[in-house]
């Protein structure tokens, strides 16, 4: 495959369990779980939001590192887990808890995930990637191994088969804090995003900043070219939502958020 580079399991740096993740609290009861060396491609957010009676953590990271044993304040109050979809950098620790949801169009997959890979040219191939000559990376997604002599070719996603399907509209309640589920189709058919009453958005991979994915499997662009459509309605991004709390990368604002959607609909044709 073009532009892929190489590199052993071997050349890579040990981190330990414990450093693992970088947490970052941004206000408001909202903490920010990082998984850095997952590298360019799979370095994804978690979020978790304090709440009364029980925590919302969105996402879950790779399942490389144990979150009970890196994170176990994540599991202090009763978590709900909540999916943003079911890509292996968002669902690979969602094993780990007790009640896991995902929106309806892909609780079958994350009750029963198929093939996962750390290796670059597979794992773009299981995405439906491979193809795409903007990717340029090195063989090995991670940047380093938990522990040494770890086997990248014993990864795979544990399923979750408690897991339960949410649907447009539906309500997650913390006690004090509710957070509303929007459906987004585009990345993926059950691409969702969280909406809490302080204005706060979790948009999994609907909407980042960086290269939008709308190439893999079971991604449409006419239905992401509505869900950014919906986005810069009015009420969403021109109104209801103060910040961004992405899958991958930065907090945004919600003017960086339109331009990025706006950016969207410029570079797709409808
Ligand atoms: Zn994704
Ligand atoms: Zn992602």
Redesign the pocket.
Known sequence: MRGVTHREPDDLPVVAPDRWFRVTEVGDGVTLVEEPHGGEL?A?NIWHVRGRDRDLVVDSGLGVVALRESLPWLFENDPVLVL??A?L??MGGAHEFADCRVHAAEVDEVRRPGPASLRTATLLDLLGLADDPAWALPDVALTALPHAGFDLDAYGLRGVPAARPLEEGDVVDLGDRTVTVLSLPG?TPGSLALLDGSGALFS??VL?EGGL?DSCHGADVAAYRRTMERLLRPDLLGRDVTRVLP??GRVLPPADAREIAAGYLASTRP
Do not use: K
Request: hydrophobic share 20%; no cysteine.
């Open positions: 799979l994804a943003s979809h890509h950098d968002h990345h999994g991979d980042y994915i899958g991958h």
